[in-house]
Every structure is written in structure tokens, then in C-alpha cells.
């Protein structure tokens, strides 16, 4: 694609499959859809429509695809053409890596099947745009600039429609008249919703009246105070695939980690449900609309693994407390034994599958945060 | 007259001897308070009034000035910048000057009724046109709302009833503490003797137990 590029047609077997326009303001090379077809013998015809050039750059049979997953930056299936470079230092990424270019028309092209794909990168003040092409179609670009260092945010292209699609950035060699440079880079690429419910609530039902020594401890059942039950929902979303994003020099809401240096530590957004002007989990998930969606304040609208916070309704100081969904099923504890209710689990007071508004009036705020990871 | 003058006598010696007995013993009070209300029932009686503001009214029709029958400005909240940052944005600046609990909790409740009515509107607009409501929906939202994300209310179940479980109400002369659970969580409220009946003048939580 450029910007002397017109339009075609595509025709396979005789029939037309469409017609696309190759414009764009900058080059992006290497951009491609795919068509599904029987087995056996086809002929694919390109007619140029007009309205400026038509290329061709190679065809594909059979190309292979990934389907529902985390794709790091290193995978073999992202196939990188032009400059690019390891960065140096990447701390709080995924899974500690990141390529970076800040040479023009340097890209990748990554073919995938399913209907939704996020493209996970860092923001910081050196950053560019990246030029977004799906199926030979323009989405735009995705502004990578930042004052600060931000990992792991993600742009989610969903609604693609079921099948094979093939994903196309190039470094557009523009940017924010702030930045200092034009680095666009890549973290990790996710097709699908890869958060993996089970295991969160298998997680959540093996913990609910526990402590697991490979994480921080902020209270036991009874402790006063016991402030676990953020730390405990944090443990459920790592369980079912949910990365940390660490880093232990920074502590604001754009991470979310635990580390242990001479004894167990976490980032506030790991274990802290609200405050004022401090990073806590409410401020985090505002941040990342590639890992949680903001469902409302009625939580039987969630799934399992997904959670919610709650605010005491005496006091100002915003959500006091939060509480894992783990599913429908029966009553364990607390009342309605034994009847078939959205269950809910928590630390501090300790509870393992009570109904998801056990002990809630009314008057108690809440704020319900699906999964979209 | 000479029958209004004694009976005004009367009354005024009652009251002397009512108001020494409350100091003397801080059992009895006076004024205000019906004959015969001991302070501990007035205390909780004054607390359930408003855990009954709070839990059985709905958030849509609370009368957030119905807390000044309950509550009232003292120093006994402590009232930290931030929370006098966020009485100033949501009831004005001048509120916020002398603000204690029963300001605090005007604005804490006024705020959460203008974020009510701002969510349901987009809420119902969303469902009018068979859609969630968008992240930028939320996040405009969140921007109208002085940059917090508004929680929506459901009406309070009819059935249900404020329960308060009393630990201890001890009254030193014009000077209540109740350590007492409300069902989410256990806390300290500290009441005041004030204009003739008890007021609170702030709540703590001790343990959250939602």
C-alpha cells in the first residue's frame, strides 16, 4: 500500500471476491488476505480497477496460521521484514522481550484465525506510530508515544469475522510532535480471549480458605486488619493467564505485580482496591482496556473469573473491598445453602462460593470488571 | 396566668433536675428527647435512623439533607486534604471549610446520586438502541462525574431491615462511643450530646466483613 496506489478486483475460479483499494499515505509493505477455497485447482485474477498503481508481491497457498493465543514477539509465525532490534532493557513486558524499529516501512506481518486480535506494545516518550492494516484494510495507526514508560498496553481489533486474517504494522515514520523519535515496537500478539476461567476458579476455589506461600500475605482469616482480598483476586486473574506487568523500580497504576527481594512485596495495583491519588486496582484496570472491560455496576452480569469492588457505605474513601465471581453453581456457605446462585469467593472474611450479593444492602457502590485478556 | 407561671416553674425545676441527672449519672437524658428515653436507647435509636436512611431508602429519592437529623460536623472526623478536596468539587468550597462527617457524607451521597442519574440515562440510551454502553461511553462518563467511574443503585429490597449488633455504647457526659456491627462491616462510631439529642460525629471502620 502508498499513496500512488488505486484500486482492484480479485476474482478466484471466475468469481469475483471483491474489490480493494491499495491507498495509503505512507508504504506498507507486505500486506495480504487470504481467501478460503476448496482443495484442489483455482485461478486467482488481480484486474486493476485504476486510480493510481496496482502491485503484486507474492501469493501465498496454504499459508500456515495460528489460532486462540499468546504470541510473543519472537514467535516464528510473526514474520518481520525491514529493521528491527531487541530492545535492551524491557522489564515489566511480556515475558521480559520486545523488538523495536524506528526505520520507516520496517514491519511485520502476522497471520492468525479468529475473530479478535490484540496488538500488546509499550508507550514511552520516544515512540512513533504504527500504521495498522488488516486484510488489506486501513485501520489507522496506533500512537505509541507516552511522556511515560507504559507495558503492556494493548489495542484489541475484534469483530473480523471467524476465519483467516492477516495483520500488517509497519512503522508509519510519523509521531507525536512530543516524541523524540519514531520507535514503534512489538510485545506479544493475543488472538482470541485466552484468559482461561477454569483455571481462575480453580485457583479460587483451592485458596478462598488459604494462603499460597508463592504470593504476598497482607492478613489471615480473622486478622485485624485483613486486607487480602485484592491480593486474592489478583492470584485468581494470574492463575488464568493474566500476565504481570512488573517492574520493580515503578509502582503506578500501569503495573500490576508481585516480586519477593529478602521477603514478599506487590505493586499497590496488586494488592490495594481503592485510595485516593495511589495506584490501586481500580485505577489499574481504567488503564488497560486490552485486559478488563468495565461492565456496570451489576456483577450478575459477569462470568466466572471475572470480579468485582465494593465500597463500604459509611466511610469516603472509595472501594473498600473485592470479590471474585467463580460461577454459577450451588450455595456453599454463608445463606441460601445449597441453592443454585452466581457464586462468589473472597479473602478477608474468608468465603468460598457464597452468593455473589451475600451481605450487600443496596447502598453498597459497586463496580463490576470483566476479563477480556 | 397564675396556672401558666406554675406549671412554668414546674417545668423548669423538671429540667434542672433532668439535665443534673444527666450529668450525674449520663443515663437519663433530657430536652430533646422524650421523657424517660434512656441516652442508650437514644443513641440507637439515632443510629438506626440512619442506617435506615442509608439502606432502606433508595439512593434515587435519599434526601441527603435528612443526614443533619442524624449527623453533624465536628472535630471528630478527621478530615484529611483529600477528603476535603472532594467535599470542595462536589458541595463547593465553602461547605468543605468546616466540613466533619455529616458533610462528608452529603457529599459522598450527593455525588453518588448525580453519578446514578448520569449512568442510567446512558445506560437506557445504550439498551433503547439494543447495545452495551462503550468504553468511551464509560469513560465520558467517568469525566462528567469528577473522574470517577458512577455506580448505579437498585431500589432496596422491601424485605430488608437494618440489624445492628451493639458491642458496647459507652457515654462519658456529652460523649459517645458505640463499637456495634452493621452487618458489613465492624466499626466505632462516636456520637455527640448536641442542641438536646445525640448526633453522630463520625463512624470508623475497625473490620470489613462484607
Redesign the interface.
Known sequence: MANNRGSHAVYIDGQLKGAYGSYAPEIRRQVGKTWSVSAGNHTIEVVVNGGGLTDVDAFAIDIATVGEGVYDNDHSHIRYFGSWADSSYTPGTYNNSLKISNTPQSGFRFTFTGDEITYIYSMHSNRGRAAITIDGNNYGYIDQYSPDLRRQIGRTFSGLGLGVHILNVVVSGTKNASSSDYYVDLDALVVGNVYDRTAAVNYADTWAHGRNSNYPNYGNDGD???NDCTNFVSQVLEAGGLPQIAHVSYDNDYYWYTYYISGWSSSRTWRVTSA??IPSIQSHV?KY?SRY??M???PSTLNAGDFFL???????SGA??A?VIVGWGIVQEGDQLGQWRLLAS?H??DRKRVRWDY?????????AYQIVY | MFRQRFLGAIFLIAAVVLLGLRVTFAQESADVDPPGKTDTQAIMDVMLQFYQLLRETPVRTLDVKQFAEVLKDTPDYELTAETQNYVSVILGSEAAQSAGYLTAMQAKWTHLQQGDRLAKGVIEQAKAENREVTAEEWQALAEQNHGKLPPTFSDPDPNYKVQLQYESIEINEDRAVVRFDDGIAYQEAILRYMEGRWYITNIIPISVHF
Open positions: 485485624n486488619p485483613c485516593p491519588d481504567g482496556e472491560r468495565y456496570g455496576s451489576d465494593m465500597d463500604l457505605d459509611t466511610n469516603v473498600d473491598h470479590r473472597q478477608c472474611v451481605n450487600l444492602p443496596s447502598s453498597i457502590s459497586k463496580w
